[in-house]
């Protein structure tokens, strides 16, 4: 039996979720308004959704942010200042953002990345590993005569970093003008995760954003420094996580005990965020959940390399908010089983991970 038009329609829009009317017409030989009319049939029928012809089992979680080269330089002794150090180096693709959609899309999760990388080699590498991964890469900023970034961090002989270098400039490009540019690609997100190597407007205009759209927007810290991309106004961030030091940074001060880290988190919920994470290293996690407060332990393991761990844990959290929209403890916990994953892998994402590594987790 010959498929109908409308389903016709349906399989393309399947195959080329981006795909025009009018090549809709074409190729079906029929006029654009007949396309028109089997659209929004099949959105009135909820097998798409809206006028971005997205699939509600397939919107992606956005992420938005840091993508680089990883070089990681391990000493094999004591550091020494001021002399040359032997030492073993690694290199691998990272970033924040970049990362967490690599762990999302090995957990399973449908996951789109917007980053910016420069025409060269690296930049190429690195795309093609994404899509390799599973990761969306469409929507994308490739800068011609640009290098792409780079991220250098020095580990001791105990996997524990001693210093980073980040060359992140290229992210300055992700400003409000380009995000505008993909709202199409955006717009089908069930969640967005921006990291902040994005410049602070661009932080605002996803924040109005989020209210206007009453969409999801999870920030992630990358560092200190850049803790002055964080707008004061919070409003519409459902989530921030972020480290004790990057803690101490936006509220400047010491934050030594839990009633302080306690206080320093109900400060920003009461500048706008729904929720915060802080992440404490081995000592594990602390966060609130609306108006209640939990601290969790980490899983003691042996750890070969602590690149990626922070950013392992956020890509658990958001897998589990698309799972169980309030469950913030379940989250967290998840959080730590991929933290130690990672910890425990030389990869910066755990190169083992299935659609079945967080499932079995539960409050």
Known sequence: MTESKKEQVYQIIHAQPFVSQQELAERLQLSRSA??????SLIREKRLLGRAYVFPQSRPVVCIGGANIDRKVRTLGALQMGTSNPVSQHESFG??????AENLARLGLPSSLICATGDDAAGADLLRQARAAGIDTSACLTLAGQGSGSYTAVLDADGDMLLALAH????EQLDVAFLSSRQTQRS???????DLNLPKSSIEYLQAEAIRCEHAL???AVSQ????????????VRLLMLNRAELETRTVQALITEDEIRHACRLLQAQGAQDVMVTLGAAGVMLTDGPAWHQLAAPVVAVQDVTGAGDAFAAAVCWSLCQDNADMLTA???GLHLAALTLQSAATVCPDLTPDTLTHLTE
């Open 95 to 100: 970033g924040v953002a970049r990362n967490i």
């Open 168 to 171: 992140m400039q290229l992210c």
């Open 332 to 334: 967290a916990q998840r």
């Open 188 to 194: 089908a997100a069930l969640m967005t995760v921006a």
């Open 225 to 236: 420094p850049k803790m002055n991309r964080l707008p004061a106004n919070l409003q519409g």
């Open 218 to 220: 999870i920030l992630v």
């Open 35 to 40: 396309v028109a009319g089997h659209i929004a």
